[in-house]
């Protein structure tokens, strides 16, 4: 359905969201006039020619069912809001497919993921992530999951050039790698890149737990573990590292805020 330039007005739109059904909605937003849409010609697309798209709203369709199926009253609940009280930061990577492999439901497990696992201090978005998670959520743990067969951790390993924005994106796996070279370069190559994707997850741990954000939540009695995980994907298994931070008795006073 293109855009027409009907005459409806901002309010009208805000109006039909909070008093119609969806459908009806979605009738008033296609036909509310955009300032974009001079220039962006927006359209209905015909997903029925990608079934590799369309069968995401089969497969959505089937998973409304089968919920139903066995909780009637599930989606009322579930529009209510969440209560996840894990922090899941992780890699884009499409495998890492966190309800899945770790057996759990829609809204256990509040997600961050970017390419690589790799926290900044800069990261605008993980960090809106993260003090939403921490101040609103109220969550008990994060758990920062790397996972071997990582191209984010190849890439930074190989140290050939892929484009400048992701050359400069992996410069922490890179230094990492720069560390432990001497070690990592004997081992078997897989087997070197699967410690340096364990290493990488303990950096972003040591990164997250020196921010203020989470020590003034420490300060307050919060009680918040960190951990770092490692998905294997040649077994479908998920390790614990055994490199957990559980507040500010683990940092060495370097690393403290006075907070
Ligand atoms: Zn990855």
Redesign the pocket.
């Known amino acids: 359905m293109k855009f027409t330039a009907l005459k409806a007005s901002k309010l009208a739109v805000l109006t039909a969201l909070a008093s119609s059904a969806l459908g009806d909605v979605f009738d008033t937003i296609n036909t509310y006039p955009l300032a974009t849409d001079s220039v962006v010609l927006g359209h209905e697309f015909n997903y029925a020619s990608d079934n590799n798209v369309n069968r995401l709203f089969q497969g959505n369709k089937q998973w409304v069912q089968q919920v139903k199926s066995q909780d009637p009253n599930f989606f009322q609940k579930f529009a209510r809001g969440e209560d996840p009280k894990i922090m899941w930061i992780g890699?884009?990577?499409s495998r890492?497919a966190v309800e899945s492999i770790t057996g759990t439901k829609p809204g256990e497990v509040f997600v961050h993921r970017n390419?690589?696992?790799i926290f900044f201090e800069d990261d605008l978005n993980l960090l809106s992530a993260l003090d939403y998670a921490i101040n609103h959520l109220e969550v008990n743990h994060i758990v920062i999951t790397a996972?071997t067969h990582?191209?984010?951790?190849k890439y930074a390993l190989d140290r050939n050039p892929v484009s400048d924005l992701i050359d400069n994106w992996l410069r922490r796996p890179q230094s990492v790698y720069t560390d432990f070279r001497n070690s990592v370069d004997r081992l078997d190559k897989t087997f070197g890149e699967g410690v340096i994707s364990i290493f990488n997850a303990h950096q972003s741990l040591h990164h997250l737990v020196r921010t203020s954000l989470i020590q003034k939540a420490w300060k307050r009695g919060r009680k918040i573990a960190v951990h770092a995980w490692l998905f294997d994907m040649d077994t479908g298994y998920l390790h614990d590292t055994k490199f957990s931070v559980a507040g500010p008795q683990d940092l060495d006073p370097r690393a403290r805020w006075n907070v």
Request: contains cysteine.
């Open positions: 890699c884009s990577d890492e390419f690589g696992n996972h990582c191209n984010a951790i």
